[in-house]
């Protein structure tokens, strides 16, 4: 089963807008992470944050965690284009493994 | 770009064939993982790797079996491919168990007919 949930399952904006995605999990955690896959490739790390931490800033991304309610989410600010992908959450409780959600996949409008 | 290689990228076999998909890095990691990826499921894990010759199971372990008698190479077996194993295949390696930031392959599209 997920961990995590990604919500909405899809989304479209105007360039230049902010895009919010949301991410919520079921058990406790270490850490979270979000991974962005542009269509027909892998997934690339964006940012990890970890269960004693609120807020996590990297260039556009803005990432926060409530670990209260069991959520998070990922801020893309001024998005562009090629910010076009499925993002996916990924929780993290200390072991080897990491569980992903099912993914937004996001749509720039240009 | 971290150094992984999925081979091969796309096959096509038919249902009860054994299939092979290889995993090779050059980043020396100790971790390294197969997913699958199937819409409306995400990644789910199937086997991963903690170093030679110690592998676990993941969530979605039935029908596959894995060996790593190298530090660089990871083999996801399929002894008799099944139609619903028709996926996308993806290899990940991580060097910190505890951060457990994943690289990804490229992955590897099966198709069993």
């Known amino acids: 089963s997920q961990q995590g949930e990604e919500d909405p399952q899809a989304l479209s904006i105007q360039e230049g807008e902010n895009a919010t995605m949301n991410c919520s999990y079921k058990?406790?955690?270490?850490?979270l992470q979000w991974y962005r896959q542009n269509s027909g490739r892998g997934l690339v790390h964006l940012i990890l944050?970890?269960?004693?931490?609120r807020e996590k800033h990297s260039g556009r991304l803005r990432v926060t965690l409530d670990t209260s309610k069991k959520s998070s989410s990922l801020l893309i600010t001024a998005s562009r284009a090629a910010d076009t992908a499925s993002y996916f959450c990924a929780t993290g409780r200390g072991n080897e493994k990491l569980t992903f959600g099912t993914g937004t996949r996001l749509t720039i409008i240009p | 770009d971290a150094g992984i290689t999925q081979s091969p990228r796309h096959k096509v076999t038919e249902t009860g064939t054994p299939v092979t998909l290889r995993c090779h890095q050059t980043e020396n990691h100790r971790y390294m993982y197969w997913y699958r990826q199937d819409p409306g499921h995400g990644l789910r894990l199937i086997h991963y790797?903690?170093?030679?010759?110690?592998?676990d199971k993941g969530e979605v372990s039935d029908g596959y079996s894995v060996s790593r008698s190298k530090t660089e190479d990871f083999l996801l077996t399929l002894e008799s491919a099944t139609s619903s194993q028709t996926s996308v295949y993806f290899c990940?390696?991580?060097?910190?168990?505890?951060?457990?930031?994943?690289?990804f392959g490229e992955g590897s599209r099966l198709t069993v007919l």
């Open positions: 990940a390696i991580s060097a910190v168990q505890t951060t457990g930031e994943l690289f």
């Open positions: 790797s903690y170093g030679v010759k110690d592998t």
């Open positions: 058990t406790s955690i270490n850490n």
């Open positions: 944050i970890r269960s004693n931490e």
